[in-house]
């Protein structure tokens, strides 16, 4: 079977055609798609804890701190303490964090909207199911159970 031919290959070529596409939006904007999706996930109102953004992220701990102390750096969080539970930090946007978090969200609706344009909603339904598929597949651990048995 060719690479082209493959489930996971065709997966990984989008994600990255994705991913480069909002890298070069992002870079003009002084970020990356990952502290773009960052931005996203915080809540604007009440913050969000630390804690709560690697998972939904899917990302490591360590990188997670690297990625939010650049982020504060660069003056788009700001970690405040937890009124209820002071060992928790809680991240917030600062006023360039909301306006760089609109850029993130508008770059994203925009494509989605290209996207719609450009694929008919039988299609996308037919993406969509195929996609929650293979990822039911994979979380559930039966993609190898013949396998391994």
């Known amino acids: 079977m060719k690479p082209e031919e493959t489930v996971d290959f065709n997966i990984k070529a989008a994600w990255h055609a994705i991913f480069r596409m909002y890298n070069s939006v992002a870079a003009k904007h002084d970020i990356s798609t990952a ?12 913050g969000t804890p630390a804690t709560k953004i690697g998972p939904m992220m899917g990302m490591e701990i360590h990188s997670l701190s690297r990625m939010l102390r650049n982020m504060e750096e660069k003056g788009l969080v700001e970690k405040r303490p937890d009124p209820n539970d002071g ?34 909603q039988k299609k996308l ?25």
Do not use: C, W
């Open 35 to 46: 502290i773009g999706y960052v931005l996203i996930n915080i809540d604007r109102k009440n």
């Open 87 to 120: 060992r928790v930090q809680r991240i917030f946007l600062t006023p360039l964090g909301v306006k760089k978090r609109e850029v993130s969200r508008q770059t994203i609706l925009d494509f989605n909207n290209k996207v719609r344009r450009s694929v008919s």
């Open 125 to 149: 339904d037919g993406f969509f199911e195929v996609i929650s598929s293979i990822t039911q597949l994979i979380e559930k651990e039966k993609v190898f159970e013949k396998a391994q048995q």
